[in-house]
């Protein structure tokens, strides 16, 4: 069973930057990729960034290209995700998630493992 561990969320003001980051534990099997999802209060659980660390191949949507970056450290099973120029629309819950998976999807049914979720807050 894996496990997900997240740290580095808190609050910002509008134009800030914030780091998650998340480590996994008890992974057994490649492929693995590892992601970040966020959700907001009455909206669904929506994908964020994710990142193949086998080989660093990365997806985004299209909210997150420019502004967010995932990285990961495969011997670690550690990623990050930088946050750029936040605004208070990217207020939410981030969650990481990870499944062993040869490509990177978008939707959350594929992602079989889930941490607890770190409460990132942009003000005004």
């Known amino acids: 069973q894996v496990q997900l561990l997240e740290s580095g969320g808190g609050y910002v003001q509008s134009g800030g930057s914030l780091r998650l980051s998340c480590a996994a534990s008890?992974?057994?099997?490649?492929?693995?990729?590892m992601g970040w999802f966020r959700q907001a209060p009455g909206n669904e659980r929506v994908f964020v960034a994710g990142?193949?660390?086998?080989?660093?191949?990365?997806d985004y949507p299209d909210f997150a290209k420019g502004r967010f970056s995932i990285s990961g450290d495969n011997a670690a099973d550690t990623v990050h995700l930088q946050m750029n120029n936040l605004t208070p629309e990217d207020t939410a819950v981030y969650y990481c998630?990870?499944?062993?998976?040869?490509?990177?999807?978008?939707?959350?049914?594929?992602?079989?493992?889930w941490g607890q979720g770190t409460q990132v807050t942009v003000a005004a």
């Open positions: 998630a990870a499944a062993f998976d040869l490509e990177i999807p978008q939707h959350t049914s594929a992602w079989s493992f």
């Open positions: 990142i193949m660390l086998t080989d660093g191949q990365t």
């Open positions: 008890g992974r057994t099997l490649n492929p693995f990729i």
